[in-house]
């Protein structure tokens, strides 16, 4: 199957159809002003991903990269639970 080419515009309002293109067999990459900015593979395309493994830098280094500091949300969390019962 031939690598289908989308530029990200298109890519935001087609979202699921090029997921299952990839679930398909094909092979979807994302463009933006001709650079290349992601690439759908086959989830069982073991040789993209060894050829195009995720480099360290594409991961959060923060130590808490998920921090629930901000204020109030503990009572959003209450009035929620209260309003569910």
Request: net charge negative.
């Amino acid at each position: 199957m031939r690598t289908q080419t989308v530029n990200i515009d298109d890519a935001k309002s087609q979202f699921a159809d090029l997921i299952a293109t990839a679930a398909e067999g094909g092979e979807v990459l994302i463009v933006d002003n001709g650079k290349a900015l992601a690439r759908l593979v086959p989830a069982g395309d073991s040789a993209a991903y060894r050829a195009h493994a995720p480099a360290a830098s594409e991961f959060s280094s923060d130590e808490e990269s998920l921090s629930w500091d901000a204020d109030g949300w503990e009572c959003h969390l209450q009035s929620t639970r209260i309003a569910m019962d």
